[in-house]
Each structure stands twice: as C-alpha cells, then as structure tokens.
C-alpha cells in the first residue's frame, strides 16, 4: 500500500512570493490534514478536510494560506503571499473518516522563506 | 482542551540501554486515543503506537513497550536494547473522540543513542 505522498520535499522562496504544495493521501482514507511544524515544536494542525468537505481550519491562517481538495482525494496547500515565519515544514497526513483513527504522514515540504 | 507534556527534551543514551519517554495528557473527554510518533532526520512522521482510553492494558511489541496509567494521565514509551537507528524525536499525541480526530502533540523528546 502507498504511502501519503507530498511534493516538492523542498522549497526557498523570499517573503512576499507565493508557494503551493500538493499532497496525495492512502487510497481509500477520506480524512486529509495539513499541519505545520516549527523547527522544535510539535506539528499543529492547519486544516482538515473529510472527502472535499473542511472539518477543522480554526487554525489556518486564512488571511495567507488556503487549501482545496477538489475531489476528495488530492490536496493543495497555498501561501500567498509568504512570511518570514512561515518558514517550517509542512506535513500531510490521511486517515480513515472515524474518530481515533490512526493518521499516517508524508515525508513534509521544508519551506524556507528568506 | 486537550494538551500534551513532554517534559524532557534531549535524551541521550549509550547503545543497548533502555530509555523511557514521559508523557502526561490533559483532556475533559472521556474517550480519547493517545499516540507515539517517530521522527527520524529524514522527517517523515512514523507511526508507532496508539491506545485508547478503555484500555489500560500495557504491552509489548518488539523493542518498545508502554505504560499508560489513567490514574495519573500517563502514557510512557519504553525503547529496550536502544540501538542508533533508533536516534530520532518522538512525539506523544492525542485525540478526542469529540476532536474530529485532531491530534494534540507534544514538544517531542530528542533521543541520541551513542555508539
């Protein structure tokens, strides 16, 4: 079975730019999230999606960074525009819709914003 | 709200000894899961383990083991024979059943196996 896949693995970009990364879940999981971990911190959730529905983004920075999952399957995750404290990685993480389900994750997009 | 401690920060071990990890929960629900988590360089986020809160039961699984205590809202890792490979950051989480699944986690805890 395929993991959660996330693109790019890496990105730089200058404050003021806008930037995009996509996920792909596990087949079959319609629960999607994205969180955002600072370097020395525990990640944080962003938003979370069931099928193309948004469950959660109390904590999206909507003013900045928005997300769609069209289809209930693949995601994107947008900044626009960039700050300097954006700067963290971003990870993707996929489940089955019921409560206490275990979340599998991606390998993250290291974003670095100079 | 739900919240999760990780009190130590860096860990560091000698080879083949064991390390435990501490972890103290907060949470006003009555259900609800906790979580271990591995994070090694490459920072993809492994799976580990995960309880619920209607069973205490502790057990083993290869290498690691847990401790999870109600009584005192714990829920400890436990790596056995620590080798290098096992040099990562852990994070302990949880979720509510009235979460919509969110996970609340902890600072994680840095574990150096030396050599």
């Known amino acids: 079975e395929a993991g959660v896949a996330q693109s790019p693995r890496y990105k730089i970009i200058e404050k003021r730019q806008s930037v995009a990364f996509w996920c792909n879940p596990i087949?079959?999981?319609?629960?999607l999230y994205w969180y955002q971990q600072i370097l020395g911190q525990g990640p944080k959730l962003l938003i979370q999606f069931q099928n193309n529905g948004v469950v959660d983004d109390s904590q999206l920075p909507k003013d900045r960074f928005s997300a769609e999952r069209l289809k209930g399957v693949d995601s994107t995750l947008k900044i626009q525009p960039a700050k300097l404290e954006d700067s963290a990685v971003y990870l993707c993480?996929?489940?089955?819709?019921?409560?206490?389900?275990?979340?599998?994750f991606g390998p993250g997009t290291r974003l670095l914003v100079l | 709200a739900q919240k999760v401690t990780q009190a130590q920060t860096e860990i560091s071990v000698v080879e083949k000894e064991d390390v435990t990890l501490d972890c103290v929960y907060e949470t006003r629900d009555t259900t609800y899961y906790l979580f271990w988590y591995k994070q090694p360089p490459s920072g993809e986020l492994v799976f580990l383990i995960r309880r619920n809160s209607f069973d205490e039961q502790n057990e083993i699984s290869g290498r690691y083991s847990w401790n999870f205590q109600k009584s005192t809202s714990s829920f400890n890792f436990t790596i056995t024979a620590s080798q290098v490979v096992d040099s990562a950051v852990y994070f302990c989480a949880l979720s509510e059943a009235r979460g919509n699944n969110r996970l609340a986690f902890g600072k994680g805890n840095q574990v150096v196996v030396i050599p």
């Open positions: 993480a996929s489940s089955r819709p019921s409560g206490g389900e275990t979340q599998y």
């Open positions: 087949s079959g999981h319609a629960t």
